[in-house]
Nanobody
Framework: QVQLQESGPGLVAPSQTLSLTCTVS??????????WSWIRQPPGKGLEWIGY???????YYSPSLKSRTSISRDTSKNQFTLQLSSVTPEDTAVYYC??????????????????WGQGTQVTVSS
């Protein structure tokens, strides 16, 4: 059973960099054909796909967030990390990490993913 767990600060000051880590257990992030995504849901809004890192370490980001987003991985710890720079209060959301077996760019529901974490609330405020 694959499990994902998000971790990171729950409060980030405006203009700073949000950094979250997803720890994966029950399966390697280097297994072929899987995509490891970051997704968020702002209060009162729908799910927003942020980006993913593939099993070969290839990345793809949402065009609207690309200039501020970086996703990386540590294969020795079976973790992948999201960094979102220059945050504003509009980046306040519940952030999820998830795994899919196909390109997840157009997913709109968590249930479309194979597995996902419980989510972590991140608030951007001074």
């Amino acid at each position: 059973q694959v499990q994902l767990q998000e971790s990171g600060p729950g409060l980030v000051a405006p203009s700073q960099t949000l950094s979250l880590t997803c720890t994966v257990s029950g399966g390697s992030i280097t297994y072929t054909y899987y995509y490891w995504s970051w997704i968020r849901q702002p209060p009162g809004k729908g799910l927003e796909w942020i980006g993913y890192i593939g099993n070969r370490g290839n990345t793809y980001y949402s065009p609207s967030l690309k200039s501020r987003t970086s996703i990386s991985r540590d294969t020795s710890k079976n973790q992948f990390t999201l960094q979102l720079s220059s945050v504003t209060p509009e980046d306040t959301a519940v952030y999820y990490c998830a795994r899919s077996s196909t390109d997840s760019r157009y997913y709109t529901r968590l249930q479309e993913y194979d597995y996902w974490g419980q989510g972590t609330q991140v608030t951007v405020s001074s």
